[in-house]
């Protein structure tokens, strides 16, 4: 596995829209790139393929629940410039763990030898509650990358994610990347400050920097409604993400971060809301 990377971020910031378009950026570099859906919505990958595929448990379900007869062609499915996809999936809303099927599916892969099979893995993981199973990307990738927006619910999220990749880095070879602002909308207050000025201030806090910037665009959530990425809508504005793409792949500069209290969240993030 030459490059593993977890996208990590606060639901609804825009993480898996993020996260699939420099999936196919990097394959468009010429990258193998496998992109794991790990959250039990099992949305993350349909604008890669196209629609929702079967999950890891809904191929479990099929299997009854015999781990050792899946095959990789079971589970992993070819979308949009040859990116391969798999969804762990989960189980209802409010029975069982998702986090814990999160894990097993790690395991599962690295058993089956898929990661040695691509240049490029990324994990897109919820990143609201990061709890022992949605931590477990951490222990399989390189670099976690943190996915927000300008205002403080998803800094504080961001924040706990820090937590996350500082108690792992302890164990694993996880380092924080850095941050992805998501939905940059310009200022126009003339007051001096960027759009992106809350983002800033946090990472200054937590030791990291910026990876990139993706503008707030209409256009995106609609490739989502749509099932599609970027790249494939005409006239769309796709560097941000290859942007990104290419400052991942250059051994972007790592930490192991130094996250905030979270009274120190408020302080330093909330007053300045």
Known sequence: MSHAYAFYGKGGIGKSTTASNVAVAMAKLGGKV???????????TFTITGHMIETVIDTLEKKNYHAEEIEPDDIIKTGYMGVAAVEAGGPPAGVG??????GETMKMLSRMG?????????????????CGGFATPLQWAEYAVIVTANDFDSL?????ICVAVKAKSA?????LAGIIGNRIAPNQNGNGENGHE???????EVGTGLVGLVPADDTIRRSRIEGKTLFEIEGVNT???????????CD?????????????????IGNRV
């Not at 763990?97 to 999160?102: A, M």
């Not at 941000?240 to 400052?247: D, H």
Request: aromatic share 12%; hydrophobic share 45%; with cysteine.
């Open 34 to 44: 496998l992109l794991i859906g790990c959250d039990p919505k099992h949305d993350s």
């Open 97 to 102: 763990c998702g986090g814990y099927v999160v």
């Open 114 to 130: 898929v990661y040695e099979s691509y240049d490029v893995i990324i994990f897109d993981v919820l990143g609201d509650v990061v």
């Open 156 to 160: 504080f999220a961001a924040n706990r």
């Open 171 to 175: 164990k694993y070879p996880i380092r």
């Open 198 to 204: 809350l983002i800033d201030l946090f990472a200054n």
């Open 239 to 249: 560097k941000p993400y290859e942007n990104i793409a290419n400052v991942l792949l």
């Open 252 to 268: 972007p500069s790592v930490v192991i971060p130094t996250p905030m209290a979270d009274r120190r969240v408020f302080q330093v």
